[in-house]
């Protein structure tokens, strides 16, 4: 169990989580309805067979965020509303009118929402209480923000906002290219995005290739700028850094992972307890290092 994408939002460390377990029970996912289109819910980290829905490590708490959603692909809607209005203009002898059609396809949604499929998701989220920070396991602030909303319905209050930066991010990421030090413990990795400043300006994308090279450096020299870029931590963790703040491809390297080799468990929930607690130790460490980095604002109390 590893995060592959880190979408990061700040709530004051100071924050009472003292009855989080309670909170997120109430608000456990319910199956959704014959005529719902989704439900929300959280669910239990270690799986449905599991009781907790919240898992602590340290200062690192582990929930997630459940969902079943029924599938009624818009193209089978509109095939048989297109049927519907054929056979009622055939019966009247006109064509149905605005108000007509949207009550035909309200009605016919109703009847075909309890036939749909339904898909169950799945969305992990770590809290980190030291730093204030809840990180939701997505690359889409969208599906970050809906994991916060739930919590925030869960706890009744959670003031958590989007990570933001006191300087600019492009220009710390384009500093770091270009040859300024990087923080104690970063080194580059072998992929980055360029964009020119410009509007609509070019986009240069690079993977697997030398980033101190002749050729990035004539981009650089272009008056390019540095959109994402790739990065490692002490040979523990690799990841890609957007100006965004967006953390792409977290992956954990044979540096950490070796430390989950070197013990043994007997169970699946000792595996990944293990895995989280190895997970959060590496985020927390990463975060200390972009927090300065990036002069990161903390949240008010």
Known sequence: MFFRNLTCF???ASLDLADLESRLADCALKPVGPLE??????????????????????NAVWLSVGGEDRLLPAAVVNDQLAKKLAA?????????????????????VQELLPRAFV????????????????????????TGEAVVSEIRRALGSFPALPLNAEVAPRGVLTGWLAGDPLPAGLAL?????????????????VQRMELQSDEIARHLEAGKQVAR???????????????????????????????????????????????F?????????????????LKLSKAEA
């Not at 819910?41 to 340290?58: K, M, Q, S």
């Not at 939701?136 to 969208?142: E, F, H, I, L, Q």
């Open 10 to 12: 700040r709530f004051p």
């Open 229 to 275: 870029l790739a990065l490692t931590l002490d040979d523990h963790v690799s990841f890609v850094l957007g100006e965004d703040l967006v953390v792409r491809k977290f992956k954990l390297l044979d540096g950490a992972v070796d430390q989950l080799e070197s013990s043994e468990r007997e169970d699946l929930r000792a595996e990944l307890d293990a895995r």
């Open 119 to 142: 898909r169950p998701t799945r969305t992990d989220a770590l809290l980190d209480l030291g730093h204030g920070v809840c990180v939701v396991d997505t690359a889409s602030r969208k």
């Open 189 to 205: 990795g072998d992929e980055c995005e360029l964009r020119d400043p410009a509007d609509q300006g070019a986009v240069v994308k």
């Open 277 to 293: 607690a190895l997970m959060a130790g590496e985020f927390e460490r990463l975060f200390a290092v972009l927090e300065a980095a």
């Open 88 to 108: 009622l203009e055939e019966r009247e002898g006109r064509k149905p009118g605005g108000r007509a059609r949207k009550r035909l396809k309200e009605e016919l």
């Open 37 to 58: 289109p989704s439900s929300r819910g959280f669910v239990p980290p270690f799986g449905r067979d599991a009781e907790a829905y919240a898992h602590r490590v340290g």
